[in-house]
């Protein structure tokens, strides 16, 4: 049985810094594709970080050079380093876990997993969130 739990959130003043880390168990860590979403009050979920079971990252543009994903398969955890926080990051993040080992971006804020078929799903396990709130 797959389990994600997410921790780490909080509230910051903007340009803060926080790191969320997702503990999974229930299955072989290092082979999954694992991804970062947020869903901010009225707006749909959004992604904003992948990373690859060969550890191939990529960001929305939202992010990048701001936010860090990571995993240690050692460790069965995914890491999201957060830098230079802003308002408009206050949200629920979540992390996201599928069997397939790549990732696709489709648009500038949905992300999916490529199978080996090369169909696309959405990622098929998911978190309880961690709640970010970043002030002015």
């Known amino acids: 049985q797959v389990q994600l739990v997410e921790s780490g959130g909080g509230s910051v003043q903007s340009g803060g810094s926080l790191r969320l880390s997702c503990a999974a168990s229930?299955?072989?860590?290092?082979?999954?594709?694992m991804g970062w979403f947020r869903q901010a009050p009225g707006k749909e979920r959004e992604g904003i970080a992948a990373i690859d079971s060969d550890g191939s990252t990529s960001y929305a543009d939202s992010v990048k050079g701001r936010f860090t994903i990571s995993r240690d398969n050692a460790k069965n955890t995914l890491y999201l380093q957060m830098n230079n926080l802003k308002p408009e990051d206050t949200a629920i993040y979540y992390c996201?876990?599928?069997?397939?080992?790549?990732?696709?971006?489709?648009?500038?804020?949905?992300?999916?997993?490529?199978?080996?078929?090369?169909?696309?799903?959405?990622?098929?396990?998911w978190g309880q969130g961690t709640q970010v709130t970043v002030s002015s």
């Open positions: 229930g299955y072989t860590y290092s082979t999954y594709s």
């Open positions: 996201a876990a599928d069997s397939a080992a790549r990732v696709l971006w489709v648009g500038a804020h949905t992300i999916v997993v490529l199978t080996t078929t090369g169909l696309h799903r959405l990622f098929a396990y």
